[in-house]
């Protein structure tokens, strides 16, 4: 089992920035990928970025490069996501979620064994 706690959402006016920060607990050693997916009032969930554990390679959404970062910290058994430049379509519940299956990065949700509870961001003026 792997528990995750999200951390970082918020109010924030267009074009400002906010960091989503997830904390992983249980069994860490057995995390391949870590990933961000997000759902929006009355949308399907969708992949948002995703970094494996082991040498941090990443891969992220066409409708967020360049605007989203993210990142993890081993020793904190932790992942980020930075944001900035949001948008108020990326107003969403963001999730952090851990795959401990199958060693490949990737964008299906269906990977991914352990979620969180969810953290808001609103984008608004």
């Known amino acids: 089992q792997v528990q995750l706690v999200e951390s970082g959402g918020g109010l924030v006016q267009p074009w400002g920035s906010l960091r989503l920060s997830c904390a992983a607990s249980g069994r860490i050693f057995g995390i391949y990928t870590m990933g961000w997916f997000r759902q929006a009032p009355g949308k399907e969930r969708e992949f948002v970025a995703a970094?494996?554990?082991?040498?941090?390679?990443?891969y992220s959404a066409d409708s967020v490069k360049g605007r989203f970062t993210i990142s993890r910290d081993n020793a904190k058994n932790s992942v980020s996501l930075q944001m900035n430049s949001l948008k108020p379509e990326d107003t969403a519940v963001y999730y952090c979620?851990?795959?401990?299956?199958?060693?490949?990065?990737?964008?299906?949700?269906?990977?991914?064994?352990?979620w969180g509870q969810g953290t808001q961001v609103t984008v608004s003026a």
């Open positions: 979620a851990v795959d401990t299956s199958v060693p490949q990065l990737s964008s299906d949700s269906r990977q991914y064994d352990y």
């Open positions: 970094i494996t554990w082991g040498d941090g390679r990443t």
